[in-house]
């Protein structure tokens, strides 16, 4: 087994070289721009996904960076060399799509060596490369068996282990886990984050699902129409979400209209559609008159009877419609008096406001420093 294989992830910071760079990648198909103008750079080392929902521009760039497709504008570097025209098998990349596409009259063992087989490697070197790569993905046992043999996630895992054991600089998955169901999918993803921490390798990780983003990321890129639209940690789109589109996909919201009546020291006061007056951080893009669609998160939110708000809270009265246990969280669902629903989720343990059972009227109250203004119908 190679150095490669032993060795374990570095912490990433700054400083770490750039191994890809994607400059204003823009891909047309006649009329449509199914990418626009697309530019990242990923750093060696790291895990960075493209989130988005379907049709956003995700896969079609990353089947430019492995060489699927061509680019109509802009430039693809791997190492500071820029690769057009390189045949996707010459790119040192590798690949694991959502379908296993393991070779079924080959055994495990032959499955994750046909990387190396092709490339000439010695069978010595081989066999010690396949037991390190078996072990790592916890199948060492499972050599002799055949693709039929095994489960969808052995499956999936055999791809993972045909995908690094020959070190490629780069490691793309288009959707991986996307045909596993949710347990399954979780167990995988704590596998790809386990093998990514133990050989440094860098991946681009191509998801629609922001959990499975959130769980496996340093980093991530948000797609909307053909853009990316904002990246950072997990913690910098949820906390801090560069628009309404990015607070809708990454995580749960409720959106409220209004507009800004007063602005001022930092903070701007909104009036609702329904009447209610919200304290905001301000935008300095938002002045005083401009509509706005105003965001909190339903777990940040708190249930309290009527006249119960904190001074630092902000407040909106209705009347409480169902509660639902959801095993470790409750969801509650409360209808204001202009007819919007809003979503409010708390920990099942211990003491978050009023009760389980409760019915009736009540306030949701929220921090006003967790409040999110957003330009009215603009992503």
Not at 2 to 23: F, G, I, M, W, Y
Not at 356 to 371: I, M, N, S
């Amino acid at each position: 087994m190679t150095q490669t294989l032993v060795k374990n992830r570095t912490a990433q910071s700054a400083d770490q070289p750039t191994l890809l760079e994607v400059r204003n990648l823009t891909k047309r198909y006649g009329e449509v721009r199914a990418v626009a103008n697309v530019s990242l750079e990923v750093k060696q080392g790291e895990l960075v996904s493209f989130l988005g929902p379907s049709g956003s521009g995700k896969t079609t760039t990353l089947n430019m960076i492995a060489g699927f497709d061509e680019p109509t504008e802009g430039d693809i570097l791997i190492g500071g060399k820029a690769i057009q025209g390189v045949s996707p098998h010459k790119r040192d990349i590798g690949m694991v799509f959502q379908r296993y596409t393991l070779f079924p009259h080959l055994t495990v063992f032959e499955n994750v060596a046909f990387p190396l087989t092709v490339r000439g490697v010695g069978k010595a070197e081989i066999a010690e490369r396949v037991r390190a790569a078996l072990k790592l993905i916890r199948l060492e046992s499972y050599d002799e068996r055949r693709p039929s043999q095994l489960s969808g996630g052995q499956q999936q895992r055999v791809a993972l282990a045909r995908a690094f054991i020959y070190e490629p600089k780069l490691l793309l998955m288009d959707e991986p886990l996307g045909a596993l169901d949710k347990k399954l999918r979780e167990e995988i993803q704590i596998e790809i984050r386990r093998i990514h921490e133990r050989l440094g390798v860098t991946i681009v990780y191509v998801t629609h699902d922001q959990e499975e983003a959130l769980r496996l990321s340093d980093r991530i890129a948000v797609f909307n129409h053909g853009r990316i639209v904002q990246v950072g940690t997990g913690i910098e789109l949820y906390e801090h979400p560069a628009n309404a589109f990015v607070a809708s996909f990454v995580g749960n919201s409720n959106f409220l209209s209004g507009r800004i009546v007063e602005s001022q020291s930092g903070t701007s006061k909104v009036q609702l559609a329904g009447g209610d007056t919200i304290v905001a951080p301000a935008r300095p893009e938002l002045g005083v008159g401009s509509a706005i669609s105003l965001m909190f998160r339903p777990e940040r939110a708190i249930l309290r009877r009527a006249g119960e708000a904190q001074a630092h809270e902000n407040r909106i009265p209705g009347r409480l419609l169902e509660s639902v246990y959801l095993g470790e969280s409750v969801s509650h669902t409360l209808m204001t008096a202009d007819g919007v629903e809003i979503s409010i989720k708390q920990s099942s343990g211990g003491e978050h406001g009023l009760g389980l059972g409760f019915t009736g009227d009540a306030e949701v109250c929220w921090r006003r420093d967790q409040t999110h203004l957003f330009p009215a119908d603009a992503n």
